[in-house]
């Protein structure tokens, strides 16, 4: 299975040990507020802000594309966990209605909607490549979820969990790739397809 790399920067070591590591994580947290606010997440800004020099800055955190996936990626473990436990089923159909329920509540996320549309070509870039590592730990989290699911699969787990990522980023960014609206419901129909399952109920908005 497909595992992210060690973290390269004092905040991804951080927030992987769960070390309150001053600097690193005051600039994390700088910038995951300024994300949330829908505001640009720069350095020079975020640096002023934190009283040091970029050169502090990005010994910290490294460079803004490894900044900005440790923010989005703080932000995809609640809503997917939140996904995962308020699931309904077993097998295969649980794990349609979490994907389900996760790829609406990030279709609605308006801070993640505002940095997809201020930036897209590079949103793009970063969560839908390996240019940085977050598509791998989103694939990885899928995968866990298929493990232990007990449910029937078209393919090995990992290949399984890539498909499944894919298809969530068809649906997510479906405004920037094909100039559709993003599409939870849609994105279900193709999620239970590929599982051979039912598709969940039209979801209420959270």
Known sequence: MTTAPAPATRLGRALRDGVDDDGPMRAFRLARRTFLAGTRVDMSPLATGLGVDRATLFRWVGNRDQLLTEVIWSLFVPTWRRAVEEAHGKGATRVVDALTRFTRDVCS????????????????????????????????????????????????????????????????????????????????????????????PTLEEP
């Open 109 to 200: 996320s308006e801070p993640f909607r505002t940095h997809l549309r201020r930036e897209p070509d590079r949103a793009l870039r970063l969560l839908t490549t390996r240019a940085a590592d977050y598509q791998v730990r989103v694939t990885g989290a899928f995968a866990e979820l298929l493990t232990v699911s007990g449910a029937v699969l078209p393919l090995p787990v990992p290949d399984t969990a890539y498909v499944l990522t894919r298809v969530a980023e068809s649906f997510v960014y479906a405004d920037l790739i094909a100039g559709a609206e993003p599409d939870a419901a849609k994105a279900a129909v193709v999620y239970a397809a590929l599982l051979r399952c039912p598709a969940p």
